[in-house]
């Protein structure tokens, strides 16, 4: 099939003697897609929305999942055939509309039959970070992944309906965002899981997660600040990973910078159970003074597996997969147990170590009370961890 002319083909940013409908590689693994979720200060609304291409399987998927103060967690998944509508960001009911890169979109669901709708706009609180800047990761020799990705952390407005309910979307509440692309490989969660692939060494299958003790993914903005860090907290008080930005408002022209490391200080979870409830943390600068910073979960969990991830479609066979011309599903779970799932046939829904789920919560820098906020909090604890008791 030759090759096709798209809208992107207009501007003069190519970077191979390629029309943009193809990428630089033949692995049915690549993807590209964003990533954006939503949440409130008082908890009600916790939404996660994403659109997603693979180019060299076709395909093109996305979901819209919420979990809300009812405890139910409210799924929709969709698929389509990619080509020839690659120049549209939309699939099934969910649309997106980049308004000016990097700085403001409008993305929505459309009436479907599954109940959920939204129509908000999305604006840049602070400069996109390039997070992982083309990182190429190896398992036993071979490439296992390839990926790059920017974050941001954003101001929102619109509405949200869902089960018979209606929030406005206001100022205080809070949108973060990742644009990721690459070569998903193992992981599960970016791309077609290849089954075929020889464990590494016989010791583990490499999707599964090693036992890191709590992990924190987070972005939260505050009133003069956008900050995101990713740590894993060992059993035994080590440190094994930290990262972190801090961005200033756009208009501001303020470089950004990063804390030198980080410490967990507290973290209280819930009856033992690998939910997190609060913690302090003592972020160290580079001029030897400390921001501590006292978080408190406010929203639902919500769980992954219902946008699709480690084969959460009906089908089984997880994300990128070709599942016809136009293809929704979905249906509601109850998620009213810190850890457990429960599907509507009342048939509990294994999830990955029971607890691999996004929250939101509140911000609050004990060193400047004054300094407060509302960001998402993945919280994830994989093996033991002080404070937490294998549940029945």
């Known amino acids: 099939m030759a090759r096709k002319l798209t809208k992107l083909d207009e501007w003069p940013l190519h970077q191979t003697i390629d029309t943009f409908d193809s990428v630089a590689t033949a692995s049915q693994n ?9 949440g409130d200060p008082e908890g009600k609304v916790n ?22 103060d009812d405890g139910r967690q409210y799924n929709l998944r969709c698929s389509r055939r990619l080509r020839p509508r690659i120049d549209e960001l939309d699939v099934g009911p969910l649309w997106m509309d980049i308004i000016e890169g990097l700085r403001s979109f409008r993305f929505g669901c459309r009436e479907n039959p599954h109940g959920i709708e939204f129509d908000m706009l999305w604006e840049a609180a602070a400069p996109a970070w390039d997070e992982t800047p083309g ?10 992944f390839q990926r790059s990705n920017y974050v941001q952390l954003g101001h929102v407005s619109g509405s949200i309906r869902v089960a018979g309910r209606e929030f406005q979307v206001g100022p205080e ?36 997660k090693p036992a890191f003790g709590m992990r924190h993914w987070s972005l939260f903005r505050l009133p003069k600040r956008s900050i995101y860090y990713w740590l894993h907290h060992g059993n035994d008080g080590e440190m094994s990973l930290f990262e972190s930005h801090i ?11 990063a804390y030198k490391r980080a410490v967990v200080e507290s973290a209280e979870f819930d009856g033992g159970r690998r939910r997190l409830e609060r913690a302090v943390v003592a972020f160290e600068r580079y001029d030897g003074r400390s921001d501590r910073f006292a978080m408190e979960v406010v929203s639902r969990p919500l769980y992954m597996q219902g946008g699709g991830y480690w084969k959460g479609f009906d089908d089984g066979l997880g994300r990128g997969i070709y599942r016809g011309e136009d ?48 960001g998402l909090l993945e919280c994830v604890v994989a093996g033991p961890y002080p404070g937490i008791e294998e549940p029945d």
């Open 247 to 257: 961005g200033y408002p756009l208009e501001s022209d303020r470089p950004g910078r």
């Open 327 to 374: 293809h929704i599903e979905g249906e509601v779970w109850d998620i009213s147990h810190p850890t457990k799932v429960v599907g509507p046939d009342g048939e509990p829904i294994p999830q990955s170590h029971g607890s691999w789920a996004e929250t939101f919560a509140r911000f609050e820098n004990l060193d400047d009370p004054e300094e407060k906020g509302l």
């Open 135 to 144: 990182k190429t990761g190896y398992i036993d020799g071979r490439i296992a």
């Open 30 to 38: 690549w993807s590209d897609g964003f990533w954006t979720c939503v």
């Open 173 to 208: 509440w809070v949108g973060a965002r990742d644009h990721s692309w690459g070569l998903g490989g193992d992981s599960g969660t970016g791309g077609k899981i290849g089954h075929f692939v020889a464990p590494p060494g016989g010791v583990r299958h490499p999707s599964s």
């Open 47 to 68: 939404l996660i929305t994403a659109i997603r291409f693979y180019q060299n399987t076709n395909v093109a998927d996305g979901y819209a999942c919420l979990s809300l």
